[in-house]
């Protein structure tokens, strides 16, 4: 993972999410970023995701098992405090079951949120869904790439 700091505020880390961890998201989420401590918070400010196809596309049970992909504070459990790619919008699950390349640029966190959903709390890519299905096939690479700040509150 690479970092950066701007005057100490702003940072950007990139991921890369093998195919295996994607295969396995509804059992095994991803930690992303570290709880920041107490008193803290982790801010999303934009967050890329590129997948880079590699000629099998992800598949997902269909509407009886659907996979879905979100990148959330407190992972699968705390989905209230979703960064991007709610179980609504589904934009990275459109990204990794997309048939070519492609890019899938989201904002971060807008609204009210409860100090618990974010104080202290680490940054996950999860499926959101429950019951909890994985993809079903799938063999490309996804890279995510995050601007974020670490705030006291």
């Known amino acids: 993972m690479d970092s950066w700091s701007l005057g100490g505020k702003l940072q950007t880390r990139t991921f890369t999410i093998t195919p295996a961890q994607i295969l396995s998201l509804a059992e095994h989420p991803v930690m992303l970023l570290s709880s920041p401590g107490a008193g803290f918070a982790t801010l999303i400010l934009a967050l890329t995701a590129s ?33 991007s790619g709610t179980a609504n919008s589904n934009d990275l699950k459109n990204l990794l079951t997309s048939p070519a390349s492609a890019v899938a640029v989201q904002q971060g966190v807008t609204g009210t949120l409860a100090r618990a959903e974010i104080e202290a709390v680490p940054i996950f890519l999860c499926n959101p869904f429950v019951p909890k299905y994985d993809f079903t096939a799938g063999n490309s690479t996804l890279q995510l790439s995050a601007i974020f700040a670490t705030v006291q509150l």
């Open 51 to 83: 997948l880079e196809f590699a000629g099998t596309q992800y598949a997902d049970g269909g509407e009886l098992q659907p996979a879905s992909a979100c990148v959330s504070y407190g992972g699968p459990s705390q989905l209230a405090a979703t960064v």
